[in-house]
């Protein structure tokens, strides 16, 4: 603290009043520097943001990194193209499968049922035939004991 004797005479002889001597002006003074210093110390904090800011835009505009990230998730969309077309494919086959079981199957049913149908098809055309004796059924080379010739001959 400077003391009244440190201060210089006046010249007309007198001594000068020191502003420093009163408690209230170096008070005042002790708060204005520490606002300062604490505005200062926001402003430092806002500019190591902004600057934190320019950073991430920077990070992000540089040409090898940004060529890096680029790779990178191309590699990763390859790999998941790949793996959607696995998964599509198996369950592409898986449903070829079923359909080649349901068509196997089917086709079974189909052609027993088309079996059966054509059994009891002949079965009745041959119950509706009437019957005719071999001899007079027409047949060339065949000997009918009537004595009369084959039926449609012309002897």
């Not at 603290?1 to 210089?8: H, L, Q, W």
């Not at 002790?30 to 902004?50: C, H, P, S, W």
């Not at 991430?56 to 790779?71: H, K, N, S, Y």
């Amino acid at each position: 603290m400077i003391t009244p004797a440190a201060v210089s005479p006046a010249p007309n002889g007198r001594r000068r009043s020191c502003p420093i001597n009163s408690s209230a002006t170096i008070r005042g003074w002790i708060r204005a520097l520490n606002g300062t210093v604490d505005a200062q110390g926001k402003t430092i904090a806002a500019q190591k943001e902004f600057i934190q800011g320019l950073h991430i835009v920077l990070d992000a505009t540089d040409i090898p990194r940004m060529q890096q990230r680029f790779e990178s998730y191309k590699k990763l969309v390859v790999q998941e193209k790949k793996a959607l077309r696995l998964d599509l494919e198996k369950r592409l086959s898986e449903e070829r499968d079923k359909i080649d079981q349901i068509g196997g199957r089917t086709v079974e049913r189909l052609s027993d049922y088309a079996q059966s149908l054509l059994s009891d098809y002949v079965a009745l055309v041959a119950e509706l035939m009437p019957y005719a004796p071999l001899a007079e059924r027409g047949y060339e080379g065949c000997y009918v004991s009537t004595g009369r010739p084959p039926f449609g001959s012309d002897n």
